[in-house]
């Protein structure tokens, strides 16, 4: 539905945009993942018509949208901190794009209790956008981007400004209103939760170019190389013979002369374990144990321990290797 | 972290730039008070041996018009020759020094006054804002130029000027017409749209010229002059500056009759050349005569009689006409350029200034009815 | 009890704010204007009324009156509306020279009202340049002057807004479908209300009280509350009709005050703002840039007149009358040469400056706080109104009024050389609280809220919830006092010391003599002045002190 050839944007000098080439098929949602200030912010600006492009098309249907103005593309854009229309109460943000459309009143009424009802804010209509907590001001800015019933909704790291649980409910509501939509989206992000939450396709863009598109199950499970793969989580990077010896505790093939990627889950302290190693220290994060270990033959590594054991510098511990959290590059 | 630094650089920036602001304006501000700028004598008593610029009897603070200028050396010769410091206060034109005495009667802001003319003498002596003096030997010619009636016990004269029509003579020359002679000339079709004036209720030759034609037409004929002046396209603009620096043709404009002075000609010849282009009317005048005196409850009436004396000596008065474009009430020698070129109206029109103090608001709203309506 | 206190004492800190500059407004501007009233309508201790009936029966009042609001209404919409697009390219949009278009607007700030007037009568009179429009001395002379005079004022007052404003919510209206010009009228138009409305304001008031352009470009025709009042009080003595103008005056701008701060208050918002708002030109954006154009096109025309006529004499080009500005015999005209004015005007505007940007900030910080009580609420909004009234009375009044009360210790300042400074503070002042009270506003009361929650006493939490965003408005208000103070003239020429004359005073005493040689000079004066403009808010623009940043 929406297909991108070698989109680059410039700045002067400086290329924020490099050859992008991208597709998001319809009903779908992409995720443009990528640290800060690597133009995935400005990749969204050139889609929605903000920005000039220096080459390339972008194009909806099969129709370029060269010269088209951003309010005639049809699409809508919801950003991190909402920019929701301070002068306007609630309704009024959410109503915006149908009174531009001249939606008689009335329906416009409706309209916007419906929607208010689908992003879970149902009454709020009469308030005013500043009393309004930052969840509640996303899902206002969510119900005025669908209000517009966009052909695209562009998103622009929708969720980062929240607190870790309101995002983690929020990113499941947004994930269902799509769906359930059908809406087309766009989003850029530097969380790979979010965009895990919320994508069926990612793609991972690094200094302004794409490095790796693909289902988000892909992406996430074989990052192309060891850059991507540090991006998306991968913390510890094994070769030759310390590769060859967790490989086999995991049961995976030889990676023969490649590197072998591990997630942090990757290694779990386990009295079954087959390897052994000598906790360097310990640290406790949200469910689990975060362990730095010195793991016999193979070196310094990252792994997960349950919130049951107490772990201090200098014990020695069993360590199981889990297929999962492993690729080879 | 980064951000935390470059804000308090920013804040230490800001901080700095505020102090030295605040060091500059306060040196300035002190500066401004060292000189002799309040009312406290800041003179030593005993400054007998001191050089003569030195002054020794306190200050006399004279309050003028801003168009009072004399150069400085004739400014310190008061000092020199009485002791006395001078401070000098402009404000306004002659009517808003007047004003400004009257409103001040009760604490006068000075102790002379210099620039009272003779359209608002009377109010200024009815008002009682000024002590009797008058110099004891008044230098010869003075006495002509002085207030009819008992104004003559208050005010001295100083200088004098005449408000006349001028005329660019090059314009006329080229047009092959010859230029007005009269008042009445200008109701003449003939000089028909050529003639500006500021206004009476704006300038202060703007109201001279009114004046003149209330004298020249009488009381109750004037309007009708006027009202033929402005049918025959005369244009009225707010200031002098205007008229001349605009309007007229000798500066580029469309009008070759002006208002202005007697004196104005001599400024107008061309580089190169040894005689004006333009000319005065002389029987169209109107005579301003700007007078001092000592102001009613001075805190120096001696200094402020040793200053009204001192704008007749022959040092300010010679240097009066190139310092404020008039002519001196006293017989010195005039300027090269003012004795060739400059000239004075034999009779000027007359009028009596305590019927220009009874009359002149009702004249100025009559006259504004009538030509700016 | 401990509670108590703590929310007191914040209170009390903003009421000690607002004590010095009340003191300053109450010393130098209600007791001066109070005591020209009282000499009207008060004389000798007794009401005196007799006069009222008849001054508000003239005709003339009337037409005056009529006069002076529909032209200052329609000089304040034109300004407007020319001013917009001119602070859209000049704050929106990044070029090369912007920093000195941006100085270049503010130039005509400063030109002597004089000089501007024999300019624009120069271009607009039947044999000069634009004679054909026929609007010498014609109602639309005044207006393109107020316009003229007063863009300065919407393009920096709006552009220190608009420049902060977050670029990302014209750009979700623009992606919901909205078309530039919906954009503008739905999402930009509100965001600027109120700093729209503040720059109306100040050009409303400064186009009432215009005095001298009105009389010089409109001919006597047209008269305004302004010039009657000078002429009832420095020709007439007439001080009891002239307070009864005074007092309409008064009352029309207060009514005028108390109706934008309403609206004001109605389209008050915090603001999120983003550094680096402004980009490049785009295609889309020429007509704006051409409307833009053609407004600086307008302002230049009449200062390169000036110039170019500063540079011929009789014969041809010149520079003699630069050369002369050094010299202080050049012009019998003058006690000093016009280098030592600059010396006084420069001297006296840090001062003026300084004083107006500390009490500014005061007034700033003071009416941008929005207490819960409604009672407060109202004390603040008056007190907001309050120090915008210098702009609305007319000069002669005030001038008077320092004559006739400040006379006896300890406040016998008449002839001391502060009174100056101080006049043109008073001036400058309304700029000051002008620009940086739509600033302050704006921004989320919540960020100070959190500063305190975080520990921070009152002021260290303003500092920090407002500082950073006050960095750059700070800079174009100190910018724009230091103009009001260098061109000042009205209230100057009244209380400088013919011996410390500034720039003006002596463009105008050159002005008023006759000699070709003495015009030259005023012109060439006139143009060093602008000069010396552009190059301080040059300056100003270049020092980049802090951005307008988020958190």
Not at chain 1, 32 to 56: D, H, N, Q, W
Not at chain 1, 284 to 300: F, K, N, P, Y
Request: charged content about 20%.
């Amino acid at each position: 539905m929406l297909r991108l050839d070698d989109v680059s944007v410039r700045f002067g000098d400086t290329v924020a945009v490099d050859e992008v080439s991208l597709e998001v098929p319809e009903g779908q949602v992409l995720a443009v993942l990528g640290p800060s200030g690597c133009g995935k912010s400005t990749l969204l600006r050139a889609i929605a018509g903000l920005e000039e492009l220096a080459t390339g098309t972008v194009r909806v249907d099969g129709r370029d949208l060269a010269g088209v103005p951003t309010h005639r593309r049809g699409f809508a854009l919801m950003f991190q901190d909402g920019q929701l229309f301070r002068h306007l109460d609630v309704a009024g943000n959410v109503g915006y794009a149908l009174r531009l459309r001249g939606v008689p009143r009335s329906a416009v009424a409706g309209q916007v209790e419906d929607l208010l009802e689908t992003v879970g804010l149902p009454g709020y209509g009469a308030r005013a956008v500043t009393t309004l907590s930052g969840g509640e001001q996303q899902r206002v800015a969510l119900a005025r981007a669908l209000a517009a019933q966009p052909r695209l909704l562009l998103l622009d790291e929708p969720l980062s400004a929240l607190d870790r649980s309101l995002r983690e409910r929020l990113a499941g509501d947004l994930r269902g209103i799509l769906t359930g939509t059908g809406t087309t989206a766009l989003l850029v992000t530097h969380d790979h939760d979010e965009a895990f939450t919320l994508a069926d396709r990612m793609a991972v863009m690094l200094a302004g170019r794409i490095v790796q598109h693909g289902p988000t199950q892909e992406v996430w499970t074989r990052p192309v190389d060891r850059q991507v793969a540090e991006f998306i989580g991968f913390g510890t990077f094994l070769e030759q013979e310390p590769a060859a010896r967790v490989a086999r505790a995991a049961g995976l093939p030889d990676p023969g002369g490649r590197t072998l990627a591990l997630r942090r889950a990757a290694l779990r302290i386990d009295d079954a374990g087959v390897l052994g190693a000598t906790v360097r220290g310990a640290a406790a994060i949200s469910d689990a144990v975060r362990v730095d270990l010195d793991l016999d033959d193979v070196g310094a590594v990252e792994a997960l321990a349950g919130q049951d054991v107490t772990l201090r510098p200098g014990d020695r511990v069993r360590v199981r290797a889990d297929a999962t959290g492993i690729t080879v590059l | 972290m980064q951000y935390a630094d470059t804000h308090r650089s920013r804040t230490a920036l800001l901080a700095a730039g505020l102090g030295l602001a605040l060091a500059v304006s306060g040196c300035t501000l002190m500066g401004g008070n060292e000189e002799p700028a309040g009312n406290e004598p800041n003179v030593p008593e005993n400054a007998g041996e001191t050089s003569q610029t030195s002054p020794k009897n306190g200050e006399v603070v004279l309050v003028t018009h801003d168009s009072f200028n004399l150069p400085d050396d004739v400014l310190a010769g008061f000092t020199e020759e009485t002791g006395y410091e001078l401070v000098v206060q402009a404000s306004g034109d002659a009517g808003s020094l007047t004003n400004q005495l009257v409103l001040t009667k009760d604490s006068p802001t000075g102790d002379a006054v210099f620039g009272i003319d003779n359209t608002f003498a009377t109010r200024a002596v009815d008002e009682g804002v000024l002590a009797a003096y008058s110099p004891s030997d008044l230098p010869a010619g003075v006495s002509e130029h002085a207030l009819p009636g008992d104004g003559a016990d208050y005010l001295t004269p100083v200088d004098y000027g005449d408000v006349c029509l001028n005329v660019d003579d090059a314009w006329f020359a080229e047009e092959g017409t010859a230029p007005p002679q009269t008042l009445q000339d200008l109701t003449d079709p003939a000089y028909r749209d050529l003639f500006v004036t500021p206004g009476a209720s704006s300038s202060s030759p703007g109201l001279a010229f009114l004046l003149a034609t209330i004298g020249e037409f009488g009381e109750d004929g004037w309007q009708a002059y006027w009202e033929d002046l402005m049918a025959n396209g005369a244009r009225v603009t707010s200031g002098w500056s205007d008229a001349y620096s605009v309007d007229f043709t000798f500066s580029g404009g469309d009008r070759p009759i002006v208002l202005s002075y007697a004196s104005s000609p001599p400024f107008t010849i061309p580089e190169g050349g040894d005689e004006p282009t333009t000319s005065a009317l002389l029987d169209t005048c109107f005579r301003q005569v700007e007078y001092a005196g000592v102001l009613e409850g001075a805190a120096n009436p001696e200094g402020a009689q040793a200053l009204v004396d001192y704008l007749l000596t022959e040092q300010v008065q010679a240097a009066i006409p190139d310092s404020m474009y008039v002519f001196p009430v006293t017989d010195v020698e005039l300027p090269e350029l003012w004795a060739r070129w400059a000239q004075v109206a034999p009779e000027p029109i007359d009028l009596d200034p305590a019927l220009i103090e009874q009359h002149r608001e009702e004249w100025v709203r009559e006259w504004a009815d009538i030509a700016t309506g | 009890m401990g509670r108590h206190r703590d929310r007191l004492i914040p209170a009390l800190g903003v009421g000690a704010l607002a004590l010095v500059p009340l003191l300053f407004l109450a010393v130098f501007f209600v007791l001066p204007v109070g005591g020209m009233l009282a000499r009207g309508l008060y004389p000798d201790g007794a009401w005196d009324l007799s006069g009222v009936g008849e001054v508000l029966g003239r005709a003339r009042t009337a037409r005056v009156l009529l006069f002076t609001i529909g032209m200052a209404s329609l000089g304040t919409v034109l300004t407007v509306l020319l001013g917009l697009p001119l602070a859209f390219v000049l704050y929106r949009l990044t070029f090369p020279g912007r920093g000195v278009l941006r100085a270049v607007v503010v130039m005509p700030f400063v030109l002597p009202t004089v000089v501007v007037g024999v300019m624009f009568r120069a271009l607009l009179s039947s044999g000069g340049p634009l004679g054909l429009l026929g609007w010498d001395r014609h109602w639309m002379a005044i207006l393109l002057a107020f316009v003229f005079f007063n863009l300065a004022v919407v393009v920096r007052t709006v552009g220190g807004m608009w420049e902060g404003l977050d670029r990302r919510a014209e750009d979700a209206a623009a992606a919901l479908g909205a078309t530039p010009g919906q954009v503008f009228r739905t999402v930009t138009l509100p965001a600027l209300a109120p700093s729209l409305i503040s720059a109306a304001t100040l050009v409303f008031l400064f186009c009432s009280t215009a005095f001298g352009v009105v009389l010089t470009l409109g001919g006597l025709r047209y008269g305004t509350i302004e010039s009657e009042i000078y002429l009832l009080t420095t020709e007439f003595l007439d001080l009891q009709g002239a307070a009864v103008l005074s007092l309409i005056q008064l009352v029309a701008v207060v009514a005028m005050l108390a109706l934008a701060a309403r609206g004001r208050a109605r389209t008050e918002q915090s603001v999120s703002r983003a550094r680096g708002a402004a980009r490049p030109p785009r295609r889309a954006d020429w007509p704006l840039l051409a409307a833009a154009g053609a407004v600086v096109g307008f302002i230049l025309l009449p200062v390169l007149t000036l110039a170019w006529r500063s540079l011929r004499d009789g014969s041809g080009w010149t520079l003699d009358h630069y050369r002369l500005l050094a010299d202080p015999g050049a012009s019998p005209a003058l006690r000093v040469s016009i280098l030592e004015a600059v010396q006084n005007s420069l001297r006296t505007a840090v001062d003026a400056t300084v004083l107006a940007v500390v009490l500014g900030l005061c007034v700033a910080v003071v009416v941008s706080r929005r207490p819960r009580a409604s009672g407060a609420r109202r004390v603040v909004s008056a007190l907001d109104g309050a120090f915008m009234l210098p702009l609305g009375i007319s000069a002669v009044t005030v001038g008077f009024g320092f004559l006739i009360t400040l006379d006896r210790p300890p406040l016998d300042l008449r002839s001391s050389a502060v009174l100056v400074p101080i006049a043109q503070a008073l001036v400058a002042l309304p700029l000051v609280v002008r620009t940086l009270t739509p600033v302050l506003r704006s921004v989320d009361p919540r960020l100070r809220q959190a500063a305190a929650a975080l520990g921070a006493g009152p002021l260290r939490a303003a500092w920090t919830a407002e500082g950073p965003v006050l960095g750059r408005p700070l800079l174009a208000a100190t910018g724009f006092a230091f103009a009001v103070s260098l061109g000042e003239f009205g209230a100057t020429s009244f209380l400088a010391r013919p011996d410390r004359p500034t720039v003006p005073v002596v463009i105008y005493q050159l002005i008023s003599r006759p000699g070709v040689d003495n015009l030259g000079m005023a012109l060439a004066a006139s143009v060093l002045l602008s000069l010396l403009t552009v190059t301080v808010m040059g300056l100003v623009e270049r020092l980049r002190v802090g951005s307008v940043g988020t958190f």
